[in-house]
């Protein structure tokens, strides 16, 4: 049985402020970056359930918080698309300096918008997976913001979420507010290079992210797979074990690919060591 150790994780992003994760260590070399959505944390589902699946089979998993969020130093903002995909090159950079190999990056709801902008600017990692992401980000306001509220944060600059209990949560300023609707995800899809492979996983009873979005992010990347998990709300509630089995799934059929072509390599390294011999 494979033994598992956590760590707690200190790395400083861009700005010098302190990303905290948890390192869920296996010994393996292979490591998978998972990140979170709106307004959570680390210690959420289904970070927590995909990393503990992950951590079984005997691959290591580092779930973090984006800053502003959780245990990570900064201001929350609303937005950041591009300033989270910055956090993420931070912790990317970090684990290559310690010599893992980087077998994916994960990403739940506004992480899965995260985890392609990453993908699309640096095309630098083999498989993304892209976990209830929102395609078309100029929706899914009203619900937080109110039906007027392109007419309100003109007026006042900005809106002021509160929740059920009429509690201040978090502002939306008129800049963070233009930040999220010139995030172009469309752009990015079609960025992404063809020898990244992609997965796009979506529950057919999301009410927070409609599934349909799911069918865009088919129709733009080049080198994609779509799961839907039928039945599956927004945060996989009743469906944990579900969507972490098709994860880990997909990551291990790519670590497979990649271990055949490296004995390939090595064998045909061998065979031309030995043509030069004779």
């Known amino acids: 049985m494979t033994s598992v150790e956590e760590r707690r994780i200190v790395i400083r992003n861009s700005h010098g402020e302190n990303l905290v994760g ?21 210690e959420r589902i289904p970070m927590v359930t995909l990393a503990t699946t992950l951590g079984r089979e005997g691959i ?26 910055e956090d993420l090159r931070a912790v990317v950079r970090h684990f290559r300096k310690n010599q893992r190999l980087i077998t994916a990056i994960v990403g739940h709801s506004k992480g899965g918008n995260v985890v392609l902008l990453y993908s699309s600017k640096y095309n630098d990692l083999p498989t993304v997976i892209n976990i209830s992401g929102r395609f078309h980000l100029e929706k ?14 003109k007026q006042n600059g900005f809106i002021d979420v509160k929740n059920r209990e009429g509690q201040f949560e978090y502002r939306v300023t008129q800049e963070s507010l233009m930040d999220r609707l010139t995030t172009d995800i469309r752009a990015a899809c079609l960025s992404i290079d063809q020898n990244c492979r992609v997965l796009t996983i979506h529950g057919s009873m999301d009410k927070i992210v409609p599934a349909k979005d799911a069918l865009e992010f088919a129709r733009f990347i080049r080198n994609h797979k779509l799961r839907i998990i039928e039945g599956a709300d927004h945060e996989y509630t009743a469906h944990q074990d579900e969507l972490a089995t098709v994860v880990l799934d997909f990551v291990k059929a790519v670590r497979e690919d990649r271990n055949s072509a490296e004995r390939l390599q090595s064998c045909e390294r061998a065979v031309n060591f030995i043509k030069a011999r004779i």
């Open 22 to 42: 948890i390192l869920l260590e296996t010994g393996s070399k292979d490591l998978v970056i998972i990140c979170h959505g709106f307004q959570s944390k680390k």
């Open 60 to 85: 290591s998993a580092f779930r973090f918080d984006f800053a502003g969020n959780g245990e990570s130093e900064g201001s929350f903002m609303y937005g950041n698309y591009r300033r989270e995909a």
């Open 140 to 153: 899914g306001m009203e619900g937080r913001l109110g039906k007027d509220f392109l007419q309100r944060i």
